[in-house]
């Protein structure tokens, strides 16, 4: 976790990983090169809204990232979407509506659940989180939710997390101030 001192810096930090902005000194790497270079989809970032495109519905918002970055396999992505939503304990008899709503009209906690679903499904190198998402989560699906990260991070070598706070906070990781 990497505690930044304002919203502002916060979110400075997440443009400068993102390779949104370049630094004015030293660089900005990510596995030894820098961020502008890097492969499309090495480095994900979850808002703490989940960052959800209104018009689109949660289908697209979730899958277009990765099918942008990668091959389109549409099998493939609803069998992972659909190994998520179990992990996630997403109640099955949900599923459809929650994926059929347009962004717009979901839930503070649909959009939270939408935008997890989305960098879990872009397997990044790298996938920076909001804090924030954690917000208003109950505890119960708060501790799904970190558990099905840390299983994320575990399945492959080199893959990585790191969360962005203004603040400290309660999750289970390590901070870096």
Not at 105 to 134: H, M, N, V, W
Request: no cysteine; hydrophobic share 45%; proline share 5%.
């Amino acid at each position: 976790m990497l505690k930044a001192a304002s919203q502002e810096v916060k979110m400075t930090l997440v443009d400068l990983a993102l390779g949104e902005k370049i630094p004015d000194k030293g660089k900005v790497l990510i596995q030894g090169q820098p961020v502008a270079k890097s492969a499309p989809g090495i480095i994900g970032w979850i808002p703490e809204a989940g960052g959800m495109i209104s018009n689109l519905k949660v289908w697209e918002n979730i899958t277009l990232p990765g099918w942008y970055h990668r091959k389109r396999q549409k099998a493939s992505t609803e069998e992972k979407i659909t190994r998520l939503l179990n992990e996630l304990k997403v109640d099955k008899q949900d599923w459809e509506r929650f994926m059929a709503s347009p962004g717009a009209r979901l839930s503070q906690y649909e959009r939270k659940l939408a935008g997890l679903l989305r960098g879990l499904l872009l397997a990044p190198t790298l996938l920076l989180i909001d804090e924030d998402l954690f917000d208003d989560i109950e505890t119960t699906q708060k501790q799904i939710w970190i558990d099905m990260l840390e299983k994320f991070v575990r399945e492959v070598d080199g893959r990585a997390l790191l969360v962005v706070a203004t603040s400290g906070t309660l999750l289970p990781w390590k901070m870096i101030e």
